[in-house]
């Protein structure tokens, strides 16, 4: 009778139930617990059931759980008294660590006869039977075939020993036998099982001292199980061990030493390859686990690599990763951060780290062969004051980079597939970038000089001869700032004329330019030179409009493949080339006349005529402080009979910085009757900041 007032007072959370004894071995109970909820760290337990009990069977039919995405579903669980007898019958599905879930079973056990229910629960002898898994699914694995958990108990003079095996190919043997202070265990795993080995050792309530002397742990195995979006994983590789764990039964610590062997380790967020380190030699000293320095190759480039780790509760969730990458060897990484793109190679020094949740990534870098862009879907959140959008996991972010430039560092604005602003940084400039997820603290700031590239501007690329970037952003305030000065190369009826484009400290995101031109033309000279017509003179301006997106479409697709591909067979450390090939062939098509000539004179089109303002722009580092660059411009001069009426106008220069100033010397070539002496400039160029 004490039994089922027991039961019945745990039983009712919301629906009804009605019991009927007659004696303290005699009496029958029905339940219905239509919902029972209880909330945890913000996930709710919910629990519905129907159950029977009378003297001789207990019954429980759809008893259903459900827990942080997980439902398990017993459909019908049946224990016999009278025939010693329980059968069950159920599915396990749903999602965990966002993985599908789906498990099908049904078991069995017999058990001790008694003569009432207390006398069994009080008094269970021994038992024994088998769970058939019909179908098992996680994420994308599979069961090839129905497996089945074969186990035991009896009962010995020091309490209840344990049998278990099975599982998939019978990969698991389990034996626990009690002895007077708690008791001893062995444990065996064996393939398909990703950790391969034997335990054996003493367990008991509350402390535990086992040892595996020949621990085999396939990593790639093991990771399928883990959740998809771990800082720092371990997917592939082979690890044998030889482990002492001794302590606490909840924190225990960890004794011996592991060999691994093809390992790989991913951080994903900055690196886009894994980091395969050297065979390596993992060392547990109590609570902690380091290796290295080793060597280790990421991508194409080598370095060093160490860490340490700190068990906490079984877990390693303290930890510290740090690497070292010479600068002969860069690796690949690859950054998106609060609206900063970059991606190329990079060497300095990297560290990831975790403590009490928080992730910290601490690095100095230099940038080689890089791409630095700025995402403008980033900023609108910035001014939307989002920056830092909620999170879905538990952990938050401290960064504190710096990225400077090595060669070959480009920056693109507004994108790398479509830029109005592409430039090479000048080497040892860059930018410093430093975030709290959890503070909502971000800052972005450096002086990121520009010492060549192309600004395309009214369908027109002008080549930057000087620039700088000015970032000095943070979470409440998105607003960089660009000075620049970039040439471009025409002529009119009295022969050439250099145009600069000249952007005094403006914002980058909204920048006008000025203009101004040598010789001095007015400012309606220079746009119409520019090739932009005067309003009310709509059908040619179309015909120039359509050209102008056909050629920015090739440029951005075709020739910008090309160019890569042929930078790198040259190892220059750019190159551009510019036409208006089909711009030209729509005028052509339409009818219409060049606008930076007569409008009046007839001008048949030759070869010339096609490949007009086409330009080729390469540059060179040669060390830190020297670049070399050249220009040739392709003109039509309709005078010219020669080669179709093409004119070419090769330009070459160089820049050395020193301490005080940078000389900069160009030369172009033109005219060799007075040995080129009216083709040659110097200029001396001073930066200070107040």
Known sequence: MQLSRVVAHNAVADGSIRFFWESAKSFSMEAALTSFTMQRQNELLRASAEASVTNDILS???????????EASIQDLTVNRVSSLAQTEGFIQGSLSRKPVDISFRGQAAFNSSENWLDLLLGLEFLEGSLLVDTARFGSIQSDEPFSFIFSGLREREGLALDLSGGPKNMLRFRYSPESEGGSVYAA?????PVRGSFAGLINSKTLDIQGPDIYVDLNSLWRFLPPDIVVAFPQGIVSASVRIAGPLTDPEFFGIAQGSSVHIVIPDFLPEPIRPAPVTFLLTGSEMTFGPV????????????????????????????????????????????GVLAHGLASGRLNVGMEDLVLSITGDLTAHATEISLNSNEFMTMEGGQIFAEQNTVTTTVTDLSIRSGRRVEFFWPSVEFPILQAIADMGTGIRITSDQEARRFSLTGDLRLRGGEIFYLERNFYIREGTVFFNETESSFDPRISARAEIRDQNEDGPVTIALIIDNAPLLSFTPRFESSPPLSQMEIYSLLGHMPHGDEGPQRNLAAGAAIDSLAQFTVMRRLQRTARDILGLDMLSVRTQVFQNVVLQAAGSQQYNTNPDVDRPYRVGNYFDNTTVFIGKHFGA???????????????????????????????????????????????PENWFINDISFSVIWRRSF
């Open 60 to 70: 429980l039919r759809q008893m259903n759980i459900s827990y942080s995405g997980i």
């Open 189 to 193: 795993f064996s393939a398909p099982s």
């Open 295 to 338: 060597e280790a190759a990421v991508g194409r480039g080598r370095g060093t690599a160490s860490a340490w780790f700190r068990f906490e509760q079984w877990i390693p969730n303290i930890f510290s990763i740090d690497i070292q990458v010479p600068p002969e060897s860069p690796i690949p990484y690859a950054v998106d951060m609060s």
């Open 625 to 671: 402080d020297i670049f070399g660059q050249a220009m040739l411009t392709i003109k039509y001069d309709e005078n010219k009979v020669d080669m179709g009426g093409i004119v070419l106008e090769p330009e070459l220069g160089i820049e050395m910085r020193n301490p005080l100033f940078d000389i900069r010397f160009s030369m172009m070539p033109l005219h």
